[in-house]
Structure formats: structure tokens, C-alpha cells
């Protein structure tokens, strides 16, 4: 495949997640969309060979979380546990970037300020 074809493939897949990420809520989606964005940033100076896989575990992202969304049930979940296999397979990097959005995750929600911007002076 050309590299501009593969450009154009990442891009909008990149898109593709980005609008899927407005149908959660507010915090979700800010929480959601700053990962993907690092994510992308960082694939750009990507190994050769970790471009496929990159793209395979990102398409599959947009296809679990484009099930979760149209289900619409009563209590929303979102994302799959990881099994010890796909564990296994991260590197030390992977694992703290896993981490750090855990706890991303699990910290209190302001209700005035639900995307944690920063204050504007």
C-alpha cells in the first residue's frame, strides 16, 4: 500500500473514532478523545511493524465501541476487559500508558468542570 493510501486510511479511521467518542458522555468522550489523539501522534513515528498491528486493535476499538453505542441500554458500558494474552503482549511502555488512563478513569468527576480543563484566567 502507497504511504499516502495508508495516510488516508489512518486518518479516517482516526476521524471515525473521534465522532463515535461524541456519543458518550462529556468526560468519556475528553478522556477518550486525548488518548486517541497521544495515540495517533505517537504511531506516526511507528515501526514498520507495528503499523498493522496498530491499525487492527484501532479498527477494532471502533467496532466494539460502535456496538456499545447502538445498543443504548439502561446502564451504558463501554471498552473489554484485556484477557492475560493481550497483556502479555505489551511492552513496559504499553503497560504504564494502560495505567495511567486506569486512573484517568477512576477519578472523581467535577460537576462544574467535567473535562478537567484547565481554569482560563
Keep these: 500500500m502507497s ?3 495508508h495516510v488516508s486510511r489512518v486518518r479516517s479511521l482516526y476521524k471515525a ?4 467518542h461524541r456519543g458518550m458522555p462529556v468526560e468519556l468522550q475528553a478522556l477518550g478523545d486525548q488518548y ?6 505517537r504511531h506516526k513515528s511507528a515501526e ?6 496498530f491499525m487492527l486493535e484501532w479498527t477494532a476499538y471502533y467496532a466494539t465501541l ?5 445498543a443504548k441500554t439502561q446502564k451504558q458500558s463501554y471498552g473489554k476487559n484485556l484477557d492475560n494474552r493481550q497483556l502479555d503482549a505489551f511492552n513496559d511502555e504499553q503497560i504504564g500508558q494502560i495505567f495511567e488512563l486506569y486512573q484517568e478513569s477512576k477519578k472523581p468527576i467535577d460537576p462544574e468542570n467535567p ?3 484547565a481554569p482560563t484566567k
Excluded: H, T
Design 3 to 5: 504511504n499516502a493510501a
Design 115 to 117: 473535562l478537567g480543563e
Design 48 to 53: 514498520p511493524k507495528d503499523v498493522g498491528p
Design 66 to 70: 460502535a456496538k456499545q453505542l447502538a
Design 36 to 41: 486517541v489523539k497521544e495515540e495517533f501522534r
Design 17 to 20: 473514532i473521534l465522532r463515535l
